[in-house]
């Protein structure tokens, strides 16, 4: 009962961070300012938008992806992102009920969102994001101790280590945004989860690239952003990571146990 409420909470909570995640990317792309007062706004009239028609996933629906004013078609991605964002945040309730772990995963899913989705709009993952997200990861675990902190610095040097050894190896087919990535993964998972992760988001990568390299889709030349497979690695790395660590004869660390 307790971890159905948590779920249908996290649903709108996932919605809303994923819709927030999305603004802050498209504004990034354009070069606006995405805190502070500026309000948003109908990119085809220009009216701002009233708070009725910021309703995650329900004003949509209710306007038939229309502007309200103008009746211009809202772009689907908003849509997507807070379907997304919802889906992602309600399997990780279900997954962990209330623990500290959902906290984690609640905080790593707006980041991991922003980071994937200015990824895909650029190119480019903004350091000081990933440095912020890092922070983040790294002060939630002060409450439990200096061992969590530590465990969480440690993922975040693996992350980043094993990211800027690929760097190198393949002299700049995965990008120094990539590494720093690792980064704010790295310090929210700790070290065991964060070698899952990336063993996960390859695995992502390569069952997304490889198909379509063999059907000629993409060329070994093509630009792929990366991130979205590495935050894909930890989301999965979230739900299945600590299943196999048990299989292999580790226990996950606080607090993904
Ligand atoms: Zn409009």
Redesign the pocket.
């Known amino acids: 009962m307790e971890k159905a409420i948590l779920t249908f909470f996290a649903f709108w909570l996932g919605a809303a961070l994923g819709s927030f995640a999305n603004a802050a990317a498209m504004r990034a792309d354009v070069g606006k300012k995405w805190w502070g007062k500026e309000r948003s706004v109908?990119d085809?009239?220009g009216?701002a938008l009233s708070a009725r028609d910021l309703v995650p996933l329900l004003s949509f629906v209710a306007l038939g992806g229309r502007?309200r004013?103008?009746g211009?078609k809202i772009p689907p991605r908003h849509f997507f992102a807070e379907i997304v964002g919802a889906a992602l945040l309600s399997l990780l309730a279900w997954r962990f009920g209330p623990a500290p772990a959902f906290l984690f995963a609640a905080a790593a899913l707006p980041f991991a969102a922003f980071h994937s989705l200015t990824d895909l709009y650029t190119g480019y993952i903004y350091d000081s994001w990933a440095i912020a997200m890092a922070v983040c990861g790294l002060v939630m675990r002060l409450p439990h101790g200096l061992s969590a902190v530590v465990d969480g610095a440690l993922g975040a040097a693996a992350g980043f280590a094993v990211i800027g050894a690929i760097i190198i190896v393949s002299r700049g087919k995965m990008g120094v945004g990539d590494a720093m990535l690792m980064l704010g993964i790295g310090a929210f998972m700790g070290l065991k989860m964060t070698l899952i992760s990336l063993y996960l988001g390859f695995l992502a990568g390569g069952a997304v690239v490889l198909p379509l390299l063999a059907a000629k889709r993409v060329t070994r030349k093509s630009a792929i952003p990366l991130g979205p497979f590495l935050c894909a690695g930890m989301f999965f790395s979230m739900l299945f990571g600590g299943a196999m660590l048990y299989f292999l004869g580790y226990a996950a660390s606080w607090p993904w146990i």
Do not use: D, N, V, W
Request: a positive charge; hydrophobic letters at 25%.
């Open positions: 109908c085809a009239c009216r502007c004013s103008c211009a």
